[in-house]
């Protein structure tokens, strides 16, 4: 139980087009959903919560037009990165929690951007 | 927000009994302490979670004194497959007071 699935597992881009990438809670409801972004040998800096039908909340420093994210149901949030640039390049990972797992965080295999 | 913090590396070798140690000074009273194993290009995996004295399951112990600032994760028999980094990670359920990561700890077991 508690799986999240991550789709792609890496994307290539050009510089300026736009990104999507999905997150997806397989066997359970998830309450809140997560985004971060992992730099190479660095820990996961969290950009921004969600919780179902409602507006995510940006971290200080994390650009919301710039890194879109619909939580449009209970089991899919999805990240997208507009006009990205090769400085968007890094490891984003999302988790999802729900509060019949006591509210752990199960996170997904996370997306390389690659921006070129 | 609970800060944590962590030791960078630690070295062990196979089959020693490993413990990771987290400090977590200014926990809060609902947050539980969680404790995650991440390879490289990988997202993190929950190895344990606690609240309060000792958790075991099939792969780890989590023991945490009555204080709750700290905690410690105990992996018996490491093999050179436990070569990861550790994260320890407190929060409280709804995760209304958000989560940080900390550096993590880097464990490089040697045959």
């Known amino acids: 139980g508690a799986v999240v699935s991550q789709h792609p597992s890496w994307v290539i881009c050009k510089s300026g087009t736009s990104v999507k990438i999905e997150c997806r809670s397989l066997?359970?409801?998830?309450?809140?959903m997560f985004w971060y972004r992992q730099f190479p040998k660095q820990s996961l800096m969290l950009m921004a919560t969600?919780?179902?039908?409602?507006?995510?909340?940006?971290e200080q420093g994390v650009e919301k037009d710039k890194f879109l994210i619909n939580h449009a149901s209970l089991t899919l949030s999805t990240l997208t990165v507009t006009s990205a640039h090769p400085e968007d390049s890094s490891f984003y990972i999302c988790?999802?929690?729900?509060?019949?797992?006591?509210?752990?965080?199960?996170f997904g295999p996370g997306t390389r951007l690659t921006v070129l | 927000l609970a800060k944590t913090t962590q030791p960078i590396s630690m070295d062990s070798y196979e089959g020693q009994e490993v413990n990771i140690t987290c400090s977590h000074n200014?926990?809060?009273?609902?947050?539980?302490i969680t404790w995650y194993q991440q390879f490289p290009s990988q997202g993190p995996r929950f190895i344990i979670q606690?609240?309060?004295t000792k958790v075991t399951n099939e792969v780890a112990s989590l023991f945490i004194p009555a204080d709750r600032k700290s905690s410690t994760l105990s992996l018996p028999r490491v093999s050179l497959s436990d070569t990861a980094v550790y994260y320890c990670?407190?929060?409280?359920?709804?995760?209304?007071?958000?989560?940080?990561f900390g550096d993590g700890t880097t464990l490089t077991v040697k045959p």
């Open positions: 200014n926990i809060a009273t609902n947050d539980y």
């Open positions: 066997d359970f409801q998830a309450t809140t």
């Open positions: 969600s919780n179902e039908g409602s507006k995510a909340t940006y």
């Open positions: 990670l407190v929060g409280s359920p709804g995760w209304a007071g958000k989560s940080t």
């Open positions: 988790s999802a929690s729900s509060r019949r797992y006591t509210d752990t965080q199960y």
């Open positions: 606690g609240y309060k």
